[in-house]
């Protein structure tokens, strides 16, 4: 049985001289292990919600529990080492002079001791194929090598969870790749719970789940399948459905059978031309 | 080019000053700049002078670096020298043309002088030129360590000049686009007259400052996610090694002030 570990309650919050609700009623869980992309128009409250799940705002209204543990003032340092954020901006996430200094930065902050520190640094580099970088300057490095940094500066706390805001949206496609493929092969890894905030759905249709937002609410929450299949509303909300899951539709009406539902526009391609030259 | 100007200062090298620790180069510098005052002969100036250069051949510092770093100063040393040589009334009179007359103890103060600016401006910059910005920080914070306890904000004044050390680059890399942004709109920064120049400027701060704010917020926010919360149970990444040699070179400096104290008039 999926167990969870995040879920929200009745959740509404508003900012501080703002008329409308950011979020109005939110209430969704969120399954240990998963891969959920959160999508939803400009200002659907998305990076709102995820500054909710570790103290960054707290509800005007409703609960959050995170781990078993219900989101208070006093708890949010103990939130914040099982809940890891990355945010848009590269450059505005990176604290320290050099690579290990800024992977070094959330340790600092925990108290952690420096000989554990040292490896600690060493082994989330490692990971995120950074351990070239050591004592690189962030000016001398791409958008998605500084991406890559962010992540292993999250994965030395060791979180149970990790929130991609946007984590990728100003990188190309190389440094898209690069972080969504670190990410990916973590998670498989260590057993992660991926929160995964994205105006991409071709990203979107790779996750678990997905939750669409609209004007502050929970639209819809489902399988990608299930929100795909739904292509007259999304289209209404501002999201357009990716390519890929079109033509994949288009295919089965004809019925021709693919060997997975959804398929990336590569993964489609090679399925296609395999499956001509069989015949 | 304005990188060069702020990053060019520190040159990497393996030399027994880069190897010091912060602390003890800070120390050192803090002392020299104190002592430098107590020569007041020939035979005083030659001990400190002998020290400088010593300090700078142990710094294996290009001449070239060191050349292009003092330049734009060496102009204000030669001034200090001719205003002493000119303007001071004592001793006896050597020379005399005009207007100008120029006495025995002008000579010697203008060469006094200039050459104790110099040997301060030539200390400093070994300082700068051997250790990291960020090494600096480093030892600032802890050598200002004391002073939390009457709730000075060592910790955060550190973080405050490690923090900007880290957008300096960032920001620079900014000023350039939004300038390349401007001039594409027809700005012009490099010609036209002074006041125009002038105006020029605004719309190019104007939006770094607007970005260097929400740079700012979400750089609060990103920190605040990662569990920062004051320097309070903090640990240190970054270890400073006080070792044999750092001791050695600030017992070799009190040599040199009990010299510049037996020698002095
Ligand atoms: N700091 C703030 N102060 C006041 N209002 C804010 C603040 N941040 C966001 N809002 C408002 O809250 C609403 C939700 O914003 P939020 O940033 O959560 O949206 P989002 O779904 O993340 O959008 P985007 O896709 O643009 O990132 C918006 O109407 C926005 O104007
Ligand atoms: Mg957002």
Same mark, same amino acid.
């Given at each position: ?9 009745? =959740? #509404? ?11 109005? *009623? ?38 959050? #529990? =995170? ?20 945010? *848009?901006? +590269? ?29 600690? =640094? ?14 690189? $300057?962030?000016?001398?490095? %791409? ?7 962010? &992540? ?8 149970? &969870? ?15 790749? $690069? =972080? ?51 292509? $007259?509303?999304? &289209? ?20 021709? *059978? ?22 | ?10 040159? +990497? ?22 002592? /430098? ?9 030659? /001990? ?55 006495? %025995? ?31 600096? #920080? ?13 709730? !000075? ?15 300096? +680059? ?7 686009? /939004?300038?390349?942004? *401007?001039?594409?709109?027809?700005? $012009? ?73 037996? !020698?002095?008039?």
């Amino acid at each position: 049985m999926k167990k969870e570990i995040v879920s929200l309650k009745d =959740v #509404t919050f508003q900012y501080d001289g703002q008329e409308r609700n950011a979020l109005n *009623q939110v209430s969704f869980d969120i399954y240990e292990g998963e891969w959920l992309a959160i999508v939803g128009h400009n200002g659907s409250g998305k990076s709102t919600m995820a500054k909710l799940l570790n103290g960054l705002q707290f509800p005007k209204e409703g609960r959050v #529990t =995170v781990c078993g543990i219900e989101l208070n003032e006093e708890n949010i340092w103990e939130i914040r080492k099982k809940i890891g954020m990355v945010f *848009q901006n +590269p450059d505005n996430q990176f604290v320290g002079t050099t690579v290990e200094d800024d992977v070094a930065f959330g340790l600092e902050n925990m108290g952690i001791p420096r000989e554990e520190m040292i490896h600690r =640094v060493e082994d989330s580099l490692n990971r995120v194929k950074m351990d070239q970088f050591l004592s690189q $300057e962030p000016h001398h490095l %791409s958008g998605g090598q500084k991406q890559r940094v962010a &992540i292993a500066g999250v994965l030395a706390l060791r979180p149970a &969870i990790i929130i991609l805001d946007e984590a990728t949206s100003m990188l190309d496609p190389r440094g898209r790749e $690069e =972080v969504l493929e670190t990410v990916r092969a973590l998670k498989n890894e260590k057993s992660l719970t991926v929160i995964s905030i994205t105006h991409d759905l071709e990203e979107a249709a790779k996750a678990d789940r997905m939750i669409v937002m609209n004007k502050g609410e929970v639209f819809r929450e489902g399988t990608p399948d299930e929100i795909f299949s739904m292509d $007259e509303q999304l &289209i209404a909300l501002g999201l357009d459905i990716p390519f890929s899951v079109k033509m994949t539709k288009a295919f089965r009406e004809k019925g021709i *059978q693919l060997s997975k539902h959804y398929l990336s526009e590569e993964e489609l391609v090679t399925e296609l031309w395999t499956s001509r030259s069989r015949m | 080019m304005m990188e060069k100007m702020i990053f060019g200062r520190y040159v +990497p090298a393996d030399s027994v000053l880069h190897r010091m620790d912060p602390r003890s180069k800070l120390t050192m510098i803090f002392l020299f700049v104190c002592i /430098i005052f107590l020569a007041n002969n020939w035979q005083t100036y030659t /001990i400190i002078g002998l020290y400088t250069f010593l300090m700078t051949g142990l710094s294996k510092i290009p001449v070239r670096f060191l050349y292009g770093g003092l330049k734009p100063v060496i102009w204000l040393v030669v001034f200090t020298f001719l205003l002493q040589l000119f303007f001071t009334r004592e001793g006896t009179l050597v020379f005399h043309w005009g207007v100008i007359k120029i006495y %025995s103890e002008g000579i010697k103060m203008g060469f006094y002088i200039s050459f104790r600016f110099f040997f301060l401006i030539l200390m400093t910059s070994l300082l700068t030129l051997t250790t990291t910005p960020i090494e600096i #920080t480093d030892g600032l914070e802890s050598l200002l360590g004391p002073l939390k306890k009457i709730r !000075f904000p060592v910790h955060e004044m550190a973080l405050m000049m490690s923090i900007s050390l880290r957008f300096i +680059p960032t920001l620079m890399q900014e000023t350039d686009k /939004i300038m390349k942004a *401007q001039i594409a709109r027809g700005v $012009e920064f490099a010609s036209g007259p002074i006041k125009n120049r002038i105006k020029a400027v605004i719309p190019l701060l104007i939006p770094l400052f607007v970005s260097s704010f929400k740079r700012a917020e979400e750089l609060a926010v990103a920190m605040e996610a990662r569990g920062y919360r004051g320097g309070e149970g903090r640990t240190k990444y970054r270890l400073l090694s006080w070792k044999a040699a750092d001791t050695l070179q600030l017992i070799f400096l009190a040599v040199i002030t009990v010299l510049l104290i037996l !020698f002095r008039s």
